[in-house]
């Protein structure tokens, strides 16, 4: 989150002081409007000496955040924004609910311990074992934390050094992955992504880069990019042969923070989980394709012995004893009592009922922006098993080769994300249009799509992206695929270069030109 | 559909839990949990934990109001990123932060909790010691840091993840508590910093920052260091400063170099927040920072967590707006008179030894144990009280005096002096009981 600097009071505007408004004035005191904060600053930088009555201090807020965005347009964001209003009840019934206090809420600890259980199906495990984290980030830090003591105790075990760890992932990576290794000392090899391989880890190039130093290697199950899925199981095959020649056994970790909850239900023979003996661990977010509302991931380990002891805290804490290994401690249940409650409402037929409507609405989508003339899609979802690249379009020519007994196309596993960019031949003909205009233009409609380059980088091709959730229906992604074709025809239109680099200027950061992130200054830089 | 028979399907689709293949009604699914969740504890009566058990009706609308909200989206929820600077604007102010200079002005960030405020400021410690060393071509491999044996859980997992050799000054009989000479005696040139704690969770003290301040100006002086001291206010943060507002802990006091505190505990917010301030950008190294384009919007992102709710940073603000300075400062009086009342109460008895400080000088909760040796001890009290409801923790005290038993009742809003009355009298009542009882009956019930 961003570091919030001190504003100095004394550059503020003066506050006009916390004094009792004219006489005539007090009468109107209990109303909350007219309490004191109508004529004074709300207050920003310093606690206010006195207090104020619930209702105005609820008012003077509720109304600050109605301009907060609603959520409906937002296509940027993978985190999920609507529950059903007996799920919202649940939640606020449980919110004062401490998640570590495992002694005074022993029922919640009860359903955490079946979430476990049911996610641990969902996912072919034997014998897991695993929490609930606050999201992704902090599962993947616990993840790559033990693969980093299981790594450290073989290496003193054969007498070796323990202090060069590395970690091997594509560089389409979300920045999670890379704050673990930066937080713990560990040095990410991060594989360049290509065209050949999809814009996704390079499985020959990561086990090229592989040494004794390395931990592990971190596969995403739905790139945030372009939403492909990486090929854990062909990366395990070459593992396996990797080790056979030099013995060195290393493991794989899967970032499923978006496919955890896709792959199984939509593309439920892919291979992907605890079925392949090399995957230790597996990480995903409750509140992306989970359908809860943001602050629930979970994180499980193929078994005990992946996870090692002395990374697990016995803790003695109000009277009981309990195990943890988390690193966030005191937190609210209510996020997770949220998730068991889809897990019982929606079920298997429920959760497939949503990944596979998200895919068919996806793929729709995708095929229109092709059918414009306008844009290639990068995702490869609408195209069938096994065809790439948007230069095979939605690949329909292929399709007869890969249509399955059953007469359906067979799809490529992959999330609900539409990435696309203007095609070379408008590019040609508009050399003036920056791609990130349209982004813009949609957003004079509400839409927000964001435009960002793909990785190595960063000129490299911009996509724009589309992340197709629940509470996108078809219709409303009609809607955005007339605005978006609209948007270009008008760009294509505007002759003056002038006019639309006018246009172009992103009117929230307020660079101008591209839409290009601010050059290096010492800090890490990455779109995300 | 019979309605009965309804019932039994999914009472049986429940149990076997792994199995959950159809969607079902909305409902049912509503009241299946919330049956469920009927045998969790009453918070009430918890006088175990600090966390905050009770918020007024207008903030949970605030928060259910709030409860999609990503905080992270700042695109999408710019109100929400606004509200939590104001928060962390008016906490480092609380804090004293330093004001003075553009170049060095304080900053700070909201986290789930302590325990992942205390990793930041743990790693950044770490970070600005090892490019310190690799500055001055020495060795970075053995980092370690000054805490005492009382430290909260959070620091033992910073140490243990981190791969930071944690160096605990031991509790003694005569102080519950860090020593400042004896921690400063740690300090060495591999030291990434001091730990002090402001309200330590076994017997709410507060540790004199002060002194180890002074001592670690000398000691930092003789030697050419720059070691700094973190202080971890997790409760304390909310308290000392109204009800001791004269005691020097924290920014006011040169070598405090980051301070952590919870929102949850007597921030008076339900848990899940937390705070972390450093005082100035030289100590927050910027390779731990990423500038990321999250969903079309820059922004620098220094935490563990990434997605997590808004409601809870929204709820700090309204707690902080809607008590004001004045609103906190009744309270935790209060709190700290309900504290003293008890702890007169239970010395009243004649059994009790009263561990805690009182009068404001620690935390509002009493610590104390049996002043003499009787045929029960702390754990048996602690278990019949909680036949009686009450949940009293009994534990023992840190590194090296884990054969002191200790009981421990933490003040927290909704603990009322006629609660207090209740529990005092329950206690009377409790050791009556035990003194009666022979050693064998109370071996029996163990």
């Known amino acids: 989150m961003v570091l919030h600097k001190h504003v100095k009071s004394k550059i503020l505007p003066k506050n006009r002081q916390h004094t009792d408004a004219s006489k005539e004035n007090q009468s109107l005191h209990s109303l909350a409007y007219s309490s004191r904060y109508a004529t004074t600053d709300v207050p920003k930088t310093e606690i206010p000496q006195k207090p104020a009555g619930s209702t105005t201090a609820y008012q003077l807020i509720h109304d600050e955040l109605d301009l907060d965005g609603t959520p409906a347009m937002n296509c940027a964001s993978f985190v999920h924004t609507w529950m059903e209003p007996e799920a919202d009840k649940l939640m606020m019934e449980n919110i004062s609910k401490n998640m570590s206090d495992q002694d005074e809420y022993p029922a919640t600890m009860r359903i955490h311990g079946r979430c476990i259980s049911m996610i641990g199906n969902m996912w072919n495990a034997e014998n897991a074992i695993g929490t609930a984290t606050t999201g992704s980030s902090e599962a993947i830090m616990l993840g790559g934390l033990a693969l980093k003591k299981r790594w450290q105790a073989r290496q003193k075990k054969a007498g070796k050094d323990t202090y060069h760890p590395n970690i091997i992932m594509g560089n389409n990576a979300q920045v999670a992955l890379e704050k673990f290794a930066r937080f713990f000392d560990v040095e990410a090899r991060l594989i360049p992504v290509s065209d050949e391989s999809h814009y996704a880890l390079d499985i020959k190039k990561a086990v090229e880069a592989c040494d004794e130093n390395t931990i592990g290697i971190f596969v995403i199950l739905g790139s945030t990019y372009t939403g492909h899925f990486e090929d854990v199981k062909g990366l395990s095959d070459l593992l396996d042969a990797y080790q056979e020649k030099t013995g060195i056994d290393i493991p794989i970790h899967v970032d499923a923070a978006s496919g955890g909850f896709v792959a199984p239900f939509a593309f439920p023979n892919l291979v992907w989980d605890f079925k392949i003996p090399r995957v230790s661990s597996i990480n995903t977010s409750g509140h992306k394709y989970g359908l809860c509302y943001a602050g629930i991931g979970w994180i499980l380990w193929k078994s005990e012995e992946y996870l090692p002891k002395e990374l697990i805290f016995e803790l003695h804490y109000l009277g009981g004893t309990e195990y943890s290994y988390t690193i966030n401690f005191s937190r609210p249940a209510c996020f997770m009592i949220g998730q068991y409650y889809n897990f019982l409402r929606l079920g298997v037929e429920g959760f497939t009922n949503v990944a596979n409507n998200d895919l068919i609405n996806a793929r729709e989508f995708a095929k229109g922006l092709e059918d414009s003339g306008y844009f290639d899609v990068v995702s490869d979802l609408h195209r069938p098993k096994g065809v790439f690249g948007w230069k095979e379009k939605s690949g329909i020519s292929k399709a007869k080769e890969v249509v399955s007994k059953a007469g359906v196309i067979d799809y490529n596993p992959h999330l609900p994300v539409v990435s696309f960019k203007l095609t070379d031949e408008y590019k040609k003909n508009c050399p003036h249009v920056k791609q990130g205009a349209i982004s813009t233009l949609i957003r004079t409609k509400g839409w927000i799509v964001p435009n960002y380059p793909l990785p190595p980088d960063a000129d490299s091709i911009e996509i724009l992206r589309v992340v197709v959730r629940e509470s996108l229906s078809k219709d409303m992604l009609t809607l955005l695929l007339e605005d978006i074709v609209e948007a270009t025809k008008r760009l294509a239109n505007v002759e003056n270069a002038v006019e639309s680099f006018y246009l172009t200027s992103n009117i929230h950061v307020g660079i101008g030109k591209d839409a290009e992130i601010p050059s290096n200054n010492n800090t890490y830089s990455r779109p995300c | ?446």
Request: proline share 3%; glycine share 6%; charged share 25%.
């Open chain 2, 1 to 446: 559909m019979n309605y009965e028979k309804k019932r039994e399907y999914y009472v049986t689709s429940v149990i076997t839990y792994s199995h959950l293949y159809i969607t079902i009604n909305k409902a049912v699914a509503y009241r299946l949990i919330k049956d469920d969740l009927a045998l969790d504890g009453n918070p009430a009566l918890n006088l175990a934990t600090f966390v905050t058990t009770y918020m007024e009706d207008e903030a949970e609308k605030l928060m259910a109001e709030n409860l999609s909200k990503n905080f992270i989206d700042y695109e999408e929820y710019p109100q929400s990123a606004e509200l939590c600077n104001r928060c962390v604007n008016m906490i480092a102010r609380l804090f004293n932060a330093p004001m003075d200079n553009p170049c060095f002005e304080s900053l700070g960030c909201s986290t789930v909790g302590s325990s992942e405020a205390i990793i930041l400021a743990t790693l950044a410690m770490k970070r600005k010691w090892q490019l310190s060393r690799k500055a001055k071509g020495l060795s970075t491999e053995n980092p370690n840091i000054v805490m005492g044996a009382n430290c909260q859980v959070a620091w033992h997992k910073a140490v243990r993840y981190l791969e930071i050799e944690g160096r605990e000054v031991e509790c003694t009989a005569d102080l519950l508590y860090m020593d400042p000479q004896k921690a400063v005696d740690l300090v060495d040139e591999n030291t990434i910093g001091v730990c002090a704690i402001l309200g330590s969770t076994y017997t709410g003290h507060y540790e004199d920052v002060k002194a180890i301040n002074t001592l670690l100006e000398e000691k930092c002086e003789e030697n050419g260091w720059d070691v700094g001291i973190h202080v971890d206010a997790a409760s304390g943060g909310f308290v000392a400063p109204f009800v001791v507002p004269e005691l020097e802990w924290d920014f006011r006091l040169s070598r405090v170099v980051s301070i952590n505190v919870s929102g949850h505990k007597y921030g008076l917010t339900y848990a899940g927040v937390g705070w972390a301030i450093w005082r100035s950008p030289e100590y927050l190294p910027k390779d731990l920072i990423f500038n990321i384009n999250y969903l079309g919007s820059d922004q620098a992102s220094f935490t563990v967590n990434f997605s997590k709710g808004a409601a809870h940073v929204i709820a700090q603000y309204y707690v902080l707006i809607r008590l004001g300075r004045r609103g906190f400062q009744k309270i935790m009086s209060n709190l700290t008179d309900t504290a003293d009342h008890l702890a007169e109460r239970l010395k009243a008895t004649g059994h009790f030894e009263i561990l805690s400080e009182g009068g404001g000088r620690g935390l509002p909760l009493v610590a104390f144990r049996l002043s003499t040796p009787h045929h029960y001890d702390e754990f048996d009290i602690a278990r019949r009280l909680r036949q009686r409801g009450w949940i009293v923790p009994a534990y023992t005290m840190a590194h090296e005096l884990e054969h002191m038993k200790l009981l421990r009742v933490v003040v927290r809003e909704d603990f009322s002096r006629s609660r207090c009355e209740l529990l005092a009298r329950d206690v009377v009542s409790v050791l009556k009981t035990l003194d009666l009882l022979d050693e064998k009956s109370i071996e029996a019930h163990r």
